[in-house]
């Protein structure tokens, strides 16, 4: 399906843009599962300022959608009304500072924030390798693996509002919590402060090692897949509650329930994203009434059917 046009128009309301519009982008390459519908338009701002520009004169009848390496997500068939927000390579710089101290842009994948903190001889950011994401998902989610979470390593977060305002948000305001942050939904993270503690550069790339190993020996890495499909429920593992209930390798279509980790749905080749939702809405269904636990969806979903 396509959508209306508005580029012009939004174009015309934001003089001195620098950024690039597309109209009708296809989302589907941009997402691990490699399906789903087109963005009506996509936005790439050309640095902090012009994201600003942005967001401070988007009219406040079009649906903003923000989207990072699209790990972690699932654009359903029907695309995404409005405008889908995507930071570049201006929002994925990374720097060292002292205090054993990273600086990194929204844009940055986790894994190369944990590569920076290594060699800088930074521990306690290595379970960042563990996330296939960026750092804005991270805020967005408080993401964590192998040990450790965002809300245990960050100083401060700076964002925009919807209105092009800037805010600096401290490791409290940010409300962490499972998987989520109790900020408001319109905010736009460009970047963070993460703070470690001094380590050897060697024993740190070597526990980098370790999770990457572990990754790849328990979870369909190499397949299109959105990641964790479900959040943990207090006191139980979400991959158990799935494998008890019998859904193990459970297909509808092209969309499986991963063999190796069936906390993963996986895209077999020619899945729909309706398939895959459909599949994930089943898990649930079943393992509710297997076990009388209802589970929340980790993934994204974004998008009309």
Not at 90 to 108: H, I, P, T
Not at 169 to 185: I, K, N, T, W
Request: charged share 20%.
């Amino acid at each position: 399906m396509s959508f209306p046009d508005i580029t012009a128009e939004l174009a015309a309301a934001m003089p001195g843009l620098r950024g690039a519009f597309v109209a009708n982008a296809p989302l589907a390459p941009l997402s691990w599962f490699r399906t789903g519908g087109p963005a009506q338009v996509l936005f790439t701002p050309a640095d902090e300022d012009d994201l600003a520009l942005f967001l401070a004169n988007l009219p406040e009848g079009v649906p903003l959608t923000v989207i990072g390496l699209g790990s972690n997500l699932l654009v359903r068939d029907g695309g995404v009304p409005g405008v889908v927000l995507r930071l570049g390579k201006a929002f994925a710089e990374v720097s060292v500072e002292e205090g054993s101290r990273v600086r990194a842009g929204a844009g940055a994948p986790d894994v190369k924030v944990a590569r920076a903190a290594a060699e800088a001889g930074i521990d306690g950011l290595a379970f960042l390798r563990g996330i296939p994401g960026a750092v804005g998902g991270a805020l967005r989610m408080n993401g964590g693996a192998y040990g450790g979470e965002v809300k245990d390593v960050l100083v401060a977060a700076r964002a925009l509002d919807r209105r092009g305002r800037r805010h600096v948000l401290s490791c409290a305001d940010m409300q962490f919590s499972y998987r989520h942050a109790g900020v408001p939904e319109d905010l736009v993270f460009v970047e963070a402060l993460f703070e470690g503690r001094p380590g050897d550069p060697a024993a740190i790339l070597a526990r980098m090692n370790e999770i990457t190993e572990a990754r790849a020996a328990t979870q369909p890495v190499n397949t299109r897949t959105g990641g964790s499909t479900f959040k943990n429920p207090d006191g139980a593992k979400a991959w158990q509650l799935v494998d008890a209930a019998g859904c193990r390798g459970l297909r509808i279509g092209q969309a499986q329930v991963s063999e190796m980790h069936c906390n993963f749905l996986v895209n077999l080749g020619g899945a729909t994203a309706t398939e895959i939702e459909n599949l994930g809405e089943e898990v649930r269904r079943r393992v509710q009434a297997h076990s009388g636990v209802m589970l929340a969806w980790e993934i994204k979903r974004v998008g009309v059917a």
